[in-house]
């Protein structure tokens, strides 16, 4: 059973790494062999069998950049989060390694890359391990754990006693749900059965940073399970201390070389300090970060996007300020509101008629049929110069998506804007 995770691995391999491979070729071949193994593994095709469309180019994309080749395809988040919501056994987790092993030998990789690569993969590999209650029963138990109900929760871990640090969705145990409902006394059932009380969860599917049950727990007003959990042992690392702007903690965590720390909890993905006072809301924390060196360019698109979506004039204009690229996010704000971001990040160089994330611009995402009509974001847009005519990756202009959704206001908005 995974505990809480001590040392950072890297977010990226030695770049050497990559020619010594063979390059691209050559990952492609080790990834086809992996697959090929994986697929046919009768102990495997439990995780296997679905054979997603382009699962293979996603996972040649992921090697190449990671072992030091050309960054290609889209990277949101690191090796441990894309895997939370599966059931990985030990077992499982050695196969996968095993496979891996088998398909770098195929490649003809020589003996010392191989094994440079293995160290890497052999950590995270085994980071990824979460099984112990089965699917059902863990959402059974989650589900209890949300409303505090002690006696249910007990029984169930009395039948899986793997249970107790089990992750859910986004990372979530049965204390850092406990702890987000402010459910004392489940926590305290929790935290004296030997529940491991740093595992991080999140509130926000995907996109936001994990943080740990403590965390949740202030952020989520339950100071008694705060207080608890402190009294406990709970820690305020130097992601929680971001997180909650818990400035004289930060301080003292950036004395000790921690600004641009990798979180333990993210394997081969940068997610800093920073990436947690942004997301946790905190302007204070992200300056005091950013005058110490913390770093806001590497993941600038994924930081300006969450400041963005927080509605935060002045996280993205601290962002800007610090090197974040505009043209890398991914959000212009509460258009329709207020344009205050949307100006700020088209004078930085947003470019409103490419689409994001090779999909829709953020004029034919606006006039979307299934987001509900917004014509104040589309007349936002418009006066902010986006081309009416700007088409999404699949060639349709906004006009087009407008109309086929009936939406008559954004029609006319887009009409006598010149759209054709
Ligand atoms: C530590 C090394 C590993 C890395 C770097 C890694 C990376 C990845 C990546 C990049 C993807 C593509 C995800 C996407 O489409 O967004 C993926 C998918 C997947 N991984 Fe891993 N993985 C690792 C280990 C494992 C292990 C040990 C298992 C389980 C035994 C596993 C099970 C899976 C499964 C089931 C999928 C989805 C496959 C599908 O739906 O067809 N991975 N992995």
């Known amino acids: 059973m995974m505990r809480s995770p001590r040392e950072p691995l890297p977010v990226t391999a030695d770049p050497g790494l990559f020619e010594a491979l063979g390059g691209r070729a050559a990952v492609g071949l080790i990834v086809d062999g992996l697959y090929d193994r994986l697929e046919r593994d009768q102990e495997l095709t439990r995780l296997f069998r679905s054979r997603r469309k382009g699962e293979r180019d996603r996972l040649k994309e992921f090697f190449e950049g ?13 090796t441990q989060r894309r895997h939370l919501h599966r059931l990985i056994s030990a077992e499982e987790s050695a196969r996968w390694l095993a496979h891996f092993g088998a398909a770098l030998d195929q490649a003809g990789v020589a ?3 191989q094994a440079a690569v293995m160290r890497l993969l052999r950590e995270a590999a085994a980071r990824l391990e979460n099984d112990g209650a089965p699917l059902a029963v863990l959402r059974q138990a989650m589900a209890a754990a949300a409303t505090g109900d002690v006696d249910a929760v007990a029984a169930l871990v009395a039948d899986h006693p793997r249970l107790i640090d089990q992750r859910a969705g986004d990372g979530a145990t049965l204390v850092w749900t406990a702890a987000r ?20 969860g999140s509130a926000v599917h995907m996109t936001q940073v994990a943080v740990s049950p403590y965390c949740i727990a202030v952020r989520s007003r339950h ?14 690392d130097v992601f929680g201390a971001a997180f909650l702007a818990d400035l004289d903690a930060l301080r003292g965590h950036i004395a000790a070389g921690l600004a641009n720390a990798q979180s333990p ?3 081969f993905h940068p997610v800093t300090p920073l990436h947690h006072a942004v997301d946790g809301g905190s302007a204070a924390a992200a300056t005091l970060l950013l005058e110490n060196g913390a770093e806001a360019r590497t993941s600038g698109g994924r930081l ?53 994330r090779a999909q829709e611009t953020p004029l ?21 110069g986006a081309d009416p005519n700007a088409p999404n990756a699949r060639g349709r202009t906004a006009l087009s998506i407008a109309a086929g959704a009936r939406f008559s206001r954004s029609v006319a908005l887009l009409l006598a804007a010149g759209a054709r």
């Open 66 to 78: 990671f072992f030091g080749g050309e960054v290609r395809g889209i990277r949101d988040v690191g």
């Open 364 to 384: 034919t995402r606006a006039c979307r049929a299934d987001k509900g009509e917004h014509p104040e974001t589309v007349r936002a847009l418009l006066e902010l």
């Open 181 to 200: 409902r402010g459910r004392l006394p489940l926590v305290r059932w929790l935290t004296g059965h030997g529940a491991d009380i740093e595992i991080p």
């Open 111 to 113: 003996a010392g890359p």
């Open 223 to 236: 100071q008694q399970v705060a207080q608890y959990l402190r009294d406990h042992g709970a820690k305020v």
């Open 265 to 267: 909890h993210e394997d």
């Open 304 to 356: 300006l996007t969450s400041a963005a979506n927080q509605g935060s004039v002045e996280l993205v204009r601290l962002l800007l300020d610090h090197g974040a690229q505009a043209r890398d996010a991914e959000s212009l704000g509460p258009l329709g509101a207020d344009r205050t971001i949307g100006e700020l990040l088209v004078a930085h160089g947003f470019d409103l008629d490419v689409p994001i």
